[in-house]
């Protein structure tokens, strides 16, 4: 055996026996109630075909940027698409970036200093604390859209505070209450951080911008792998807020940057988009169809993000190989990603999911 993989085995060895190994399966076959593909964007031909369109005449875009943004990966290309996006969103500045989970290692790692405090909701997405670990500030959670909590600790440190929260929760679909934190945290003087990885696309440009909190949030990260049907991320705030980045962020300094395909599939998905608006709508009446079936009551704001409890990784996962084999593809979310508990389905609507799919799906999740 290679020297030091007894203690690889050792530590896989130990996952199986807690029923956590993860494995890369072959892509669930099945109606697609499990990706992040909510408005069907990332299958759709029009979109691929303007995309393929664009890159057809520029094969180079397919290959390496050839070096970081700081060296040889910039261009004037990026810019005017980071320009074209800072306006869209009504900000001062976008940066963009090779993914959602970069994004948030970078602003993260870079922004709050030794000293500061990052307070995160217990419920905030791994980049985010990996983000946090690379950084010299401390972490401190609240309990999940407890505002109660999150003042308990802002009004215990006397340091700068930064709050992450997601807009809408990637785990249970739920929404953070943004209104009530921007007030919070301008009381407290602390900088608001806001992840828009599930809202973004669904409501508008996001719910920073559907609220027009813009100027109250210190920044929002945007990502493109979910209802753009794309990949890559954009970091949205002031210009000092890209500056720092740009002068402190290690994934975006030492890391080459993504290649040009990547950016022009974004701009294509702006458009495309603005273009299509009466898909978000047509993802709300799905989503409000499921729910009505679950005669489950909807809010104003409902989300294509829907958890199921089934407590106990063995449980939760006998559930889902269930609904698979009945032409279902749905996850199961296991502990340690959820508390010990709450395990989950994440069910996920889509717009091209039919009726008679969701129907079917209903049927079999009141199945016991
Ligand atoms: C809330 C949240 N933030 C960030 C990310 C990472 O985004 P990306 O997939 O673009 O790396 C995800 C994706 O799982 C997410 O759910």
């Known amino acids: 055996m290679v020297l030091g993989h007894d203690r690889l ?9 807690a029923q956590l190994y993860r494995s890369l399966g072959s892509t669930v076959q099945g109606i697609d109630f499990a990706s992040n593909d909510y408005l069907g964007l990332a299958a759709n031909e029009v979109f691929q075909e303007r995309v393929f369109d664009t890159i057809s005449k520029q094969k180079s875009a397919l290959l390496g940027s050839s070096g970081s943004r700081l060296l040889t990966g910039n261009s004037k290309y990026i810019e005017n698409l980071e320009y074209k996006i800072s306006q869209l969103h009504q900000v001062d500045s976008a940066l963009l970036m090779g993914s959602g989970y970069l994004a948030n290692l970078c602003l993260f790692s870079c922004v709050p200093q030794r000293g500061d405090v990052v307070i995160i909701d217990e419920h905030i997405h791994r980049s985010v604390h990996d983000g946090c670990q690379l950084s010299h500030a401390r972490k401190w959670k609240f309990k999940h859209n407890d505002l109660n909590d999150l003042e308990r600790l802002l009004s215990q440190a006397d340091v ?66 979910k209802a753009m049907g794309c990949h ?39 458009d495309f988009l603005a ?38 990784n063995a449980n939760v996962r006998d559930k889902a190989s269930q609904l698979v084999e009945q ?27 039919t009726q008679c799919q969701m129907s079917e799906l209903v049927s079999l999740l009141n199945k016991e």
């Not at 980045?245 to 998905?269: K, M, V």
């Not at 704001?301 to 958890?307: E, N």
């Open 232 to 270: 890559g991320a954009a970091i949205l705030g002031s210009q000092l807020l890209r500056q720092t980045i740009i002068n402190f962020g290690s994934p975006f300094i030492y890391s080459t940057s993504a290649s040009l395909a990547q950016w022009i599939a974004i701009e294509h998905g702006y």
């Open 275 to 312: 273009e299509q608006r009466e898909l978000p709508n047509l993802l709300d009446q799905n989503i409000r169809f499921f729910r009505q079936l679950l005669l489950l009551e909807s809010d104003a704001l409902v989300s294509p993000i829907q958890a199921f409890y089934y407590p106990g």
């Open 160 to 225: 700068n505070c930064y709050v992450a929260v997601e807009s809408v929760y990637s785990m249970d679909g739920s929404f953070a209450p943004l209104v009530e934190l921007v007030a919070l945290c301008q009381k407290y003087q602390a900088y608001l951080i806001v992840d828009e990885a599930h809202a973004f696309g669904i409501f508008g440009w996001g719910l920073v911008s559907f609220y027009h909190l813009q100027q109250q949030v210190f920044a929002t990260v945007v990502t493109y792998g």
């Open 327 to 353: 032409g279902m593809s749905v996850y199961p979310i296991l502990s340690p990603t959820v508390t010990v508990g709450q395990e989950r389905l994440r069910i996920c609507i889509h717009t091209f999911n």
């Open 9 to 17: 085995q050792k530590r896989l060895r130990a996952r199986k026996e």
